[in-house]
């Protein structure tokens, strides 16, 4: 079984950071993309930023210049950098992983983390 631990949510005035980590457990052979998703209040869950294995990185428009996400491969670890925080990046933040989880098993398989809640105001 494989687990995905968020940590890092607050919090925090208009202009402030945050870091926001996702560390994944259990049975893992390999994780291809690591992501960060957000959902607001009454809204959908929306793509935020995602690393591919190779360090290669995609953000949405919205964060662009202001968040960065990094990984730690040998930690299993993805990591969100956000500054210049606004009231609308207000959501509960969530990771996703494409997860192997055994060399015998070639297939990918998606998981998610349970969600840490960002709440930007003054």
């Known amino acids: 079984q494989v687990q995905l631990v968020e940590s890092g949510g607050g919090l925090v005035q208009p202009g402030g950071s945050l870091t926001l980590s996702c560390t994944a457990s259990?049975?893992?052979?390999?994780?291809?993309?690591m992501a960060w998703y957000r959902q607001p209040p009454g809204k959908q869950r929306d793509l935020v930023a995602g690393?591919?294995?190779?360090?290669?990185?995609v953000y949405v428009d919205a964060v662009k210049g202001r968040f960065t996400v990094s990984r730690d491969n040998a930690k299993n670890t993805v990591y969100l950098q956000m500054n210049s925080l606004k009231p609308e990046d207000t959501a509960v933040y969530y990771c996703?992983?494409?997860?192997?989880?055994?060399?015998?098993?070639?297939?990918?398989?998606?998981?998610w983390g349970q969600g840490t809640q960002v709440t930007v105001s003054s």
């Open positions: 259990g049975s893992i052979f390999s994780i291809k993309t």
């Open positions: 996703n992983a494409d997860i192997q989880t055994s060399q015998d098993d070639a297939k990918w398989y998606d998981y």
């Open positions: 690393i591919m294995i190779s360090g290669r990185t």
